[in-house]
T-cell receptor
């Protein structure tokens, strides 16, 4: 059974810092890996999707990497801003059915 | 971008009543929608896959008679929590895949519905 773990569970940093969020999964036979952002009491916004054949994806200040063999992904946020404060979730796709298995998330607070 | 709405956004009900939550794709068609629940400070857990015109597929451990799903059209799926109890209190989120963008590996999430059962 696939299990997805995110470390740390919570993170507080001053504005401007570069930071790394970690995601690990127990079954390396994944189809895709996706990073989401969730604001309090709200739905999810997709940030980056990495296909199993890819090693990284970039969007603006965000960079996500994937190492399938070791069962790890990282989300790098450069020059963090208070507006980045949210919960970040990683999720794996086990196949093309669009069913996602989520990690428990990292709650990020960027202090002004 | 694609928009998925949910109604209501919040609902408070008494124990024993049934509650219906709607999930709509506003500007695209979705043959498949997904229902998730999220407990406080926990992750999203997939409950079921809603298929237009056919029965929903439930994940292991999810009671199909408790959580009734109807996907009546290409833009609407409903989740009915029957005879709700306090332990059903949770944040319910739906997502939908854009039928017209099957080449894109993505799905769009609704804003969620907060259910509180007294």
């Amino acid at each position: 059974k696939q299990e997805v773990t995110q470390i740390p569970a919570a993170l507080s940093v001053p504005e401007g810092e570069n930071l790394v969020l970690n995601c690990s999964f127990t079954d390396s036979a994944i189809y895709n890996l996706q990073w989401f952002r969730q604001d309090p009491g709200k739905g999810l916004t997709s940030l980056l999707l990495i296909q199993s054949s890819q090693r990284e994806q970039t969007s603006g200040r965000l960079n996500a990497s994937l190492d399938k063999s070791s069962g790890r992904s990282t989300l790098y946020i450069a020059a963090s801003q208070p507006g980045d404060s949210a919960t970040y979730l990683c999720a794996v796709w086990m196949d093309s059915s669009y069913k996602l298995i989520f990690g428990s998330g990292t709650r990020l607070l960027v202090r002004p | 971008g694609a928009v998925v709405s949910q109604h209501p956004s919040r609902v408070i009900c008494k124990s024993g009543t049934s509650v219906k939550i709607e999930c709509r794709s506003l500007d695209f068609q979705a043959t498949t929608m997904f229902w998730y629940r999220q407990f406080p400070k926990q992750s999203l857990m997939l409950m079921a896959t809603s298929n237009e015109g056919s029965k929903a597929t439930y994940e292991q451990g999810v009671e199909k008679d408790k959580f009734l799903i109807n996907h009546a059209s290409l833009t609407l799926s409903t989740l009915t929590v029957t005879s709700a109890h306090p332990e059903d209190s949770s944040f319910y989120i739906c997502s939908a895949r854009d039928l017209g963008r099957v080449y894109m590996d993505t799905q769009y999430f609704g804003p969620g519905t907060r259910l509180t059962v007294l």
